[in-house]
């Protein structure tokens, strides 16, 4: 078996930032070469000025990272498919092994490039979308075809 391709995904930049910088060094120290995919542009909880921080981080740390245009919360079908095409271009292109996935919309959109591209993913869940009174028409716009 050749070298381990390991793709990180989470919506946003600040989910890398905050919970997963220790996660790529464990990955590493396997001897896996890792990537991060996320939104760098619309980065969550961190301004945009630790994003480039963290893009300068990954960089030292001899991580790949890819932007990937994830919206916040259920995003929208276009936005969704648009996410999932983006992912599926970086399996393909970098020869990705693995997944390990963060965020709701993120382990979805990430599971599903996972089962169209044949590669394996972790979903690691830091929160639960789903509630008491929510709709199944709210829940639509995760699933993109």
Known sequence: MGKQRILILATTASMIEQ?????????????????????????????????????????????????IDFMR???????????LQQVCHVIKENSITGIHAHSPLGGIIGRRAGHKMNVKVIYTAHGLQFFKGGTIKGLVHFFPN
């Open 73 to 83: 919360g259920i995003g929208t079908h276009r936005a969704n498919k648009k996410a």
């Open 19 to 67: 919970f997963n910088i220790h996660n790529i060094k464990i990955l590493q120290s396997l001897g896996a070469e890792v990537h991060v995919g996320t939104n760098f542009k619309n980065p969550g909880t961190i301004t945009k000025d630790i994003s480039k921080q963290l893009i300068s981080k990954l960089n030292s740390m001899n991580v790949t990272y890819h932007q």
